[in-house]
């Protein structure tokens, strides 16, 4: 950025936030950016004090940035770990972890790693077009599943306003309000087995966590997942319309999060209420088997036998 300099200390600046219509340097973009995620934490009442936190860390920008933002301004006395979830997809899971486990060193906090090949099956023994999704699953049942084994009281995820936003987008032209109704920036535990989560950078877009990374010189895995799509069409839309609405995406993410409070408010809480257990892992599930197991089981089937079964670590 050619001539502009930081509204706080007057170098150069890195960066223009368009919705504060700010400029800050390299040292003074630090401190604004954590200022942000405390009081989104503090407004939102997304995280409370003396909780115990579990951090899911993929080692890209947003949940390294997570990791390291929740660290810096703990004065709300949480207790912290990371969770990575090695997903088996060969030579990126490996980077992943590696990035992981030198993050953790370097900021002084706890990491655990729990490996879905344990579980009988990685992501890549699932099909080429079925990928994406089997890794969702397996993301959200190893995070809840690992959380509340080691009696943490919330999971969080480095989930943006870019992602919400491009979600809520898809959904609503999809017809399908009820993901939306139900969104929130902290969703409380439904049921004994089913842990709190949490999503504190859900105000911050994607460039402001890179460039927060990039500032204080964390770890970073630079590489993207092999099997993700080339493309994001609905990430690009959010995108244009916030270079032609400045603030739009924060505006639309905290309009869903509002709607959504209103909504639970007024009935859609019940839904949650009924929800049994897996006849297969004992975790919670809304049908006899749950999502996981399912997919496990296809996963098992698909590959004829050759596969053998390995019993829940
Ligand atoms: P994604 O589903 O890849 O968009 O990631 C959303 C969030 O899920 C990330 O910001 C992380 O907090 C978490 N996450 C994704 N992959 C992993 C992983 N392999 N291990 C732990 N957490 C993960
Ligand atoms: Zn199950």
Redesign the pocket.
């Known amino acids: 950025m050619r001539d502009v300099r930081c509204d706080k200390c007057g170098k150069p600046a890195v960066t223009t936030f368009r919705t504060y219509r700010i400029s800050l340097c390299e040292a003074c973009y630090p401190r604004f950016y954590e200022a942000l995620v405390r009081r989104s934490i503090k407004r939102h009442c997304i995280l409370r004090e003396n909780e115990r936190v579990l951090i ?3 080692g ?1 920008k ?2 390294v940035a ?1 990791a390291h933002v929740l660290k810096k301004i703990n004065d709300f006395n949480w207790s912290l770990e990371m ?3 090695n ?1 088996g997809t060969g030579e990126y899971s490996d980077r ?1 972890e590696k990035v992981v486990k030198e993050l953790s060193e370097m900021i002084e906090m706890p990491l655990l790693t729990v490996n879905l090949a344990d579980f009988g099956f990685t992501i890549k023994d699932a099909r080429m077009r079925k990928r994406c999704a089997a890794c ?1 699953t397996a ?1 959200r049942y190893i ?1 809840n599943r690992t959380a509340r084994m080691h009696g943490f009281d919330v999971v969080v ?3 943006t306003s870019d ?1 919400i936003a491009a979600f809520a987008l898809k959904n609503i032209v999809g017809g399908n309000i009820s993901w939306i109704l139900k969104f929130k920036p902290r969703a409380e535990s439904f049921a004994e087995s089913v842990v709190t989560k949490a999503r504190p950078l859900f105000e911050r877009t994607e460039e402001e966590n890179r460039l927060y990374v990039s500032a204080e010189n964390l770890p970073l895995l630079e590489d993207r997942c092999p099997f993700a799509p080339h493309r994001d069409d609905w990430k690009d839309i959010v995108r244009e319309i916030e270079r032609r609405k400045t603030g739009f995406t924060q505006n639309f993410v905290r309009g869903i999060a509002k709607l959504a409070s209103e909504a639970s408010s007024e009935e859609t809480i019940g839904e949650r209420g009924v929800c049994g257990v897996c006849s297969v892992c004992g975790e919670v599930s809304s049908s006899d088997v749950c999502a996981f197991c399912k997919l496990r089981a296809r996963i098992v089937r698909d590959a004829g036998g050759k596969m053998w079964r390995r019993m829940m670590p």
Do not use: E, R, W
Request: hydrophobic share 40%.
């Open positions: 899911a860390v993929s890209g947003d949940s997570l969770l990575h979830i997903l992943a969702g993301k995070m995820t480095g989930h992602d």
